[in-house]
């Protein structure tokens, strides 16, 4: 062996070896990692957007025909034959006020849950803070509904109802809608990309959750004594708080406070276990 090879072996002895593991346990998030990533939270939140409606005929009007139709079924068959109380408020506007805040929560829980397996290519190839993908999907219904809302506003002039100071709560409770379906999206983003029979589950959920929600009824028409019960629903105080902030029913109270827990306490887990899951993501994708 020369001198200039042992020199060599000499240097190579020298530099640290650097054994990677995965990470184990409950792992927090690294908010500044989210932050450095700001730019693809909006790429992919805006994609979302422009897939969902390109090469339409109606284009964004979909975001309008859903929540429509959908209030006209439901008038049709609950407002005009079961005859459901609405709190003294036409049964079409009634209706609709639900709707609105109850769309963005589907649409935001049923993208959030399938987007790492519909994006899995991205997943197994690059580095990025995989939360970005769930809170995307929650982000992008938001242009649908702001342009629902229209509608809704010119609903209520066409009633004779009219905004009060009450509105200004109204951003809180779309807070609280996006934040029910961004813990729940956690939990099923997850879930979803190691059992892939979830993506079966969700439809049926969110339909079962629908009708577990105040959408065609008022919760006044539950028995005091399962108001509280009903309350850990969080999407019971978001309906019923959305509704009072335009129209002046009931305030929901003690429901929309048992709701934000209920929110905190889901998003919470929902973020140590994607974080937890994280790991695997790529190997199971």
Known sequence: MNIFNAKRISEISAIPVIDIHPSRGWIPVNLKDLWLYRELLYFLTWREIKVRYKQTILGFAWAIIQPFMMMIVFTLFFGNLAKIPSEGIPYPLFNYAALLPWTLFAEGLTRSSSSLVQDANLVRKIYFPR??????GVLSP??????????????MFYYGYYPTVNIIWMLGFIVLAVATA????????????????IRYVIPFLIQIW????????????????????????????????????????????????????????????????FRRSEKSFADVS
Do not use: C, H
């Open 210 to 273: 629908m009708f577990a929600s105040p959408v065609v009824y008022s919760s006044n028409a539950l028995p005091e004594k399962y108001q509280l019960i009903y309350a850990l629903n969080p999407m019971s105080g978001v309906i019923e708080g959305f509704r009072w902030s335009l129209l002046g029913t009931q305030p929901p109270g003690a429901m929309a406070a048992v709701g934000i827990v209920i929110v905190t306490v889901l998003i919470v887990s929902g973020v140590f276990y």
């Open 142 to 155: 938001i242009v649908d509904f702001a342009i629902a809302f229209i509608i809704l506003i010119g609903m």
């Open 131 to 136: 939360l970005v993908m769930p809170i995307s």
């Open 182 to 197: 961004l813990g729940a999206g956690l939990w099923l983003s997850a879930m979803n990309i190691k059992y892939r029979d």
